[in-house]
C-alpha cells in the first residue's frame, strides 16, 4: 500500500505550514502505538506503519532544531530525521517493552549527523559540478522513494540508479555516507532515567557492535570540531559558504556581490577566507 499520504516537507508548502500541519496530527496511545506496531510487523501493514510515521513527526523536528547551528537549512535537516523515523518504524520491536519515540530518537539524530558530514565534506571534496548535482538529487530521489513504498526501502539504491542514470555501485558509494545507521550504544535510553537501559539491548547479535561504537565516536568527534569551525565564521562568511558550497544551486560570485554590495574579487576573498577558517576541521586543500 502506498504512503503517498504523508506529509511533504518541501519549499511550495513551507516549513510553517507543515509544523502547523504536522502539530494537528494527534498522539498515539500506548495501546494505539503497540497495536499499530504488531500490524506492521505481522502484517506489513503498510497504513499501520504510515500512522506510526505520521504520529512521530514531531519527535523529528524536535531533534532537528537541535542541529540548526550547522548551517544548513532547517527543511533538510527534518527531511533527513523523516527518513531516520522511518527506518525505525520498519526496525521496531514492540515486545522489547519501550515506545517507538525512545528507539526513533536515535535513528533520526544518526541519519541527521550523516547528512550534516556528508553535505560539509562536499564543501572540503571541491567536487565537481556534476558530482554535487548527484550527491544532492540522489537525496531528493532517495527522500521521494522512501516516502512513496515503505517496503521498496530494500530495492532503494537500484530504483535510485535507475532514476538517476548512474551506476548501482556508485549510487551505494554515495549512500554509504547518507544511510545513517550510526547509533549510540551506551547512553540511557529514553528522556529520564527510568529503565537504566541502554541502546545496545536493541541490536541484533548479529550486528557487530564494536564497529558501530567506534564509528558513532569518530562522527561525534567530527561534528564537534565542525560545530567549533563554524563558530568561527562571521555571519556574512558563514552565508557565503552556505551559498556558493551547500547549495544544489550554488550562487555566483556576481549575484553575491550584488547582494551585499562589493566586488565579485571581495565575495571570493571571503570564501576563501572562511575555507581557510574550516580547513582545520575539514582536513585537505580549502581549494576547489
Same mark, same amino acid.
Given at each position: 500500500?502506498?504512503?503517498?499520504?504523508?506529509?511533504?516537507?518541501?519549499?511550495?508548502?513551507?516549513?510553517?505550514?507543515?509544523?502547523r500541519?504536522?502539530? +494537528?496530527? *494527534?498522539?498515539?496511545?500506548?495501546?494505539?502505538?503497540?497495536?499499530?506496531?504488531? %500490524?506492521?510487523?505481522?502484517?506489513?501493514? $503498510?497504513?499501520?506503519?504510515?500512522?506510526?510515521?505520521?504520529?512521530?513527526?514531531?519527535?523529528?523536528?524536535?531533534?532537528?532544531?537541535?542541529?540548526?547551528?550547522?548551517g544548513?537549512?532547517?527543511?533538510?535537516?527534518?527531511s533527513?530525521g523523516?527518513? #531516520?523515523?522511518?527506518?525505525?518504524?520498519?526496525k521496531?520491536?514492540?515486545?522489547?517493552?519501550?515506545?517507538?519515540?525512545?528507539?526513533?530518537i536515535?535513528?533520526? %539524530? !544518526?541519519?541527521?549527523?550523516?547528512?550534516?558530514?556528508?553535505?560539509? =565534506?562536499?564543501? %572540503?571534496?571541491?567536487?565537481?559540478?556534476?558530482?554535487?548535482?548527484?550527491?544532492f538529487?540522489?537525496? %531528493?530521489?532517495?527522500?521521494n522513494?522512501?516516502?512513496?513504498?515503505?517496503?521498496?526501502?530494500?530495492?532503494?539504491?537500484?530504483? !535510485?540508479?535507475?532514476?538517476? #542514470?548512474?551506476?548501482? =555501485?556508485?549510487?551505494?558509494?554515495? &549512500?554509504?555516507?547518507?544511510? #545513517?545507521?550510526?547509533?549510540?550504544?551506551?547512553? &540511557?535510553? #529514553?528522556?529520564?532515567?527510568?529503565?537504566?537501559?541502554?541502546?545496545?539491548?536493541? $541490536?541484533?547479535? &548479529?550486528?557487530? +557492535?564494536?564497529?558501530?561504537?567506534?564509528?558513532?565516536?569518530?562522527?561525534?568527534?567530527?561534528?564537534?570540531?565542525?560545530?567549533?569551525?563554524?563558530?568561527?565564521?562571521?555571519e556574512?562568511?558563514?552565508e557565503?559558504?552556505?551559498a556558493?558550497?551547500?547549495?544544489?544551486? *550554488?550562487?555566483t560570485?556576481?549575484?553575491?556581490s550584488?547582494?551585499?554590495?562589493?566586488?565579485?574579487?571581495?565575495?571570493?576573498?571571503?570564501?576563501?577566507?572562511?575555507?581557510?577558517?574550516?580547513?582545520?576541521?575539514?582536513?585537505?586543500?580549502?581549494? *576547489?
Amino acid at each position: 500500500m502506498s504512503t503517498n499520504n504523508l506529509i511533504a516537507l518541501n519549499s511550495e508548502v513551507g516549513l510553517t505550514r507543515y509544523l502547523r500541519q504536522i502539530k +494537528a496530527i *494527534p498522539m498515539l496511545s500506548e495501546e494505539e502505538e503497540y497495536s499499530l506496531s504488531r %500490524k506492521w510487523v505481522d502484517e506489513a501493514d $503498510i497504513e499501520a506503519a504510515q500512522k506510526l510515521v505520521l504520529s512521530h513527526m514531531r519527535l523529528v523536528v524536535k531533534v532537528a532544531q537541535k542541529f540548526k547551528g550547522y548551517g544548513l537549512p532547517m527543511m533538510d535537516l527534518i527531511s533527513e530525521g523523516n527518513i #531516520g523515523l522511518m527506518k525505525a518504524v520498519k526496525k521496531f520491536n514492540p515486545e522489547m517493552g519501550y515506545r517507538l519515540a525512545t528507539y526513533a530518537i536515535w535513528w533520526i %539524530k !544518526a541519519t541527521i549527523q550523516d547528512y550534516i558530514l556528508k553535505s560539509w =565534506s562536499m564543501v %572540503k571534496i571541491g567536487t565537481s559540478a556534476i558530482q554535487k548535482k548527484l550527491f544532492f538529487n540522489l537525496k %531528493k530521489v532517495k527522500q521521494n522513494l522512501l516516502k512513496s513504498e515503505l517496503h521498496e526501502l530494500a530495492d532503494i539504491n537500484t530504483l !535510485a540508479a535507475e532514476k538517476l #542514470g548512474v551506476s548501482k =555501485s556508485r549510487i551505494e558509494d554515495i &549512500s554509504r555516507s547518507m544511510s #545513517g545507521e550510526i547509533i549510540s550504544l551506551h547512553e &540511557s535510553i #529514553g528522556d529520564d532515567d527510568d529503565n537504566g537501559s541502554e541502546l545496545l539491548d536493541f $541490536i541484533a547479535s &548479529s550486528e557487530n +557492535a564494536e564497529e558501530t561504537v567506534i564509528e558513532l565516536h569518530d562522527k561525534n568527534i567530527m561534528l564537534g570540531k565542525l560545530a567549533a569551525s563554524i563558530d568561527k565564521l562571521s555571519e556574512r562568511e558563514r552565508e557565503i559558504i552556505k551559498a556558493r558550497r551547500l547549495s544544489d544551486e *550554488p550562487e555566483t560570485l556576481e549575484n553575491l556581490s550584488a547582494v551585499y554590495g562589493v566586488s565579485r574579487e571581495r565575495i571570493r576573498q571571503i570564501e576563501e577566507r572562511a575555507m581557510d577558517k574550516l580547513k582545520g576541521c575539514l582536513g585537505g586543500s580549502s581549494r *576547489p
